[in-house]
């Protein structure tokens, strides 16, 4: 058994298993938020054979489901303490698609499960980490159009609702650090990646070629992440080549967060 214990959502593959291998290979527990446990078996099987000291968990959910989540952190806190929460899992969809919420997924996934499990994990980390990953699509946008999060006037591959959502995702980070100061709040981003999700109908065409050849592994997205997670920083940073900085655009506004957190209150109920 190690002596902290991480969570990391969609650990099943990509980012999150190269994530959860890295923390099991410093001697962390490790609990995996997955959809389902028997896509969870080839990540939890590799923890196991190479780090046998470690205790592996998975709790089962389905992150578009409100009332999925509230079961997992219920789940979670009967597992004991949370040192480190990463919101890694997300969705980038070639199409609109809404939740049984009524919301548009990439918002109900990308965001709105990151705040709920802020709202229910965080407040019993106390000295402890929760970590949004985001994605550098968001130094693209320069406003972050909160009251278009659940429906949105136009689709766009990668560009629209997708980067809104991560834009999103990082500016509840300083809204939840002020909420909860004891508890340290950031978003990192990983670099273009190959992953699942990324070769996916989400991405534009045009960027396939790109990403075939230019794009780094899970387990290079995965190190800077983990970097990102060590690094010195203020609480609420955006964490982008290492470094420290402010969440672009407008939502680095207070009173964009502000109406943000009043969004996720009143669409969640939490």
């Given at each position: 058994?190690?002596?902290?214990?991480?969570?990391?959502?969609?650990?099943?593959?990509?980012?999150?298993?190269?994530?959860?291998?890295?923390?099991?290979?410093?001697?962390?527990?490790?609990?995996?938020?997955?959809r389902?446990?028997e896509?969870?078996?080839?990540?939890v099987?590799?923890?196991?054979?190479t780090?046998p000291?470690?205790?592996?968990?998975?709790?089962?959910a389905?992150?578009?489901?409100?009332?999925?989540?509230a079961?997992?952190a219920?789940?979670?806190?009967?597992l004991?303490?949370?040192d480190?929460?990463?919101?890694?899992?997300?969705?980038?969809?070639?199409?609109?698609?809404?939740?049984?919420?009524?919301?548009?997924?990439?918002?109900?996934?990308?965001t709105?499960a990151?705040?709920?499990?802020?709202?229910?994990?965080?407040?019993?980390m106390?000295?402890?980490?929760?970590?949004?990953?985001?994605?550098?699509?968001?130094?693209?946008?320069?406003?972050?159009?909160?009251d278009?999060?659940?429906d949105?006037?136009?689709?766009?591959?990668l560009?629209?609702?997708?980067?809104?959502?991560?834009?999103?995702?990082?500016?509840?980070?300083?809204?939840?650090?002020?909420?909860?100061?004891?508890?340290?709040?950031?978003?990192?981003?990983?670099?273009?990646?190959?992953?699942?999700?990324?070769?996916?109908?989400?991405?534009?065409?045009?960027?396939?070629?790109?990403?075939?050849?230019?794009?780094?592994?899970?387990?290079?997205?995965?190190?800077?992440?983990?970097?990102?997670?060590?690094?010195?920083?203020?609480?609420?940073?955006?964490?982008?080549?290492?470094?420290?900085?402010?969440?672009?655009?407008d939502?680095?506004?207070?009173?964009?967060?502000?109406?943000?957190?009043?969004?996720?209150?009143?669409?969640t109920?939490?």
């Amino acid at each position: 058994m190690g002596s902290k214990r991480v969570v990391i959502t969609g650990a099943s593959s990509g980012i999150g298993a190269a994530l959860a291998e890295m923390h099991a290979r410093d001697g962390w527990d490790v609990v995996m938020v997955n959809r389902s446990a028997e896509s969870s078996r080839p990540a939890v099987e590799q923890i196991v054979s190479t780090h046998p000291d470690v205790d592996v968990d998975v709790v089962e959910a389905d992150l578009a489901d409100h009332d999925a989540i509230a079961r997992a952190a219920e789940e979670l806190r009967s597992l004991g303490s949370v040192d480190r929460f990463v919101n890694n899992a997300g969705v980038l969809l070639g199409e609109r698609v809404m939740s049984r919420h009524g919301v548009e997924m990439h918002a109900q996934v990308n965001t709105l499960a990151p705040y709920l499990f802020g709202r229910l994990v965080a407040p019993s980390m106390t000295g402890g980490l929760m970590a949004v990953i985001t994605t550098s699509g968001i130094d693209r946008a320069k406003t972050l159009a909160v009251d278009e999060l659940a429906d949105p006037p136009t689709f766009k591959k990668l560009f629209g609702p997708y980067v809104q959502s991560k834009l999103a995702a990082s500016a509840l980070m300083p809204a939840l650090a002020r909420e909860y100061p004891e508890v340290t709040f950031r978003s990192a981003e990983p670099g273009a990646v190959k992953t699942p999700m990324t070769s996916g109908d989400g991405m534009p065409g045009w960027l396939v070629p790109i990403r075939n050849l230019f794009f780094s592994t899970p387990e290079k997205g995965a190190e800077r992440i983990y970097e990102a997670l060590d690094a010195e920083a203020p609480n609420g940073s955006y964490m982008r080549k290492g470094k420290p900085r402010a969440v672009p655009g407008d939502a680095g506004s207070q009173a964009v967060q502000e109406a943000l957190v009043e969004w996720c209150r009143a669409t969640t109920g939490t």
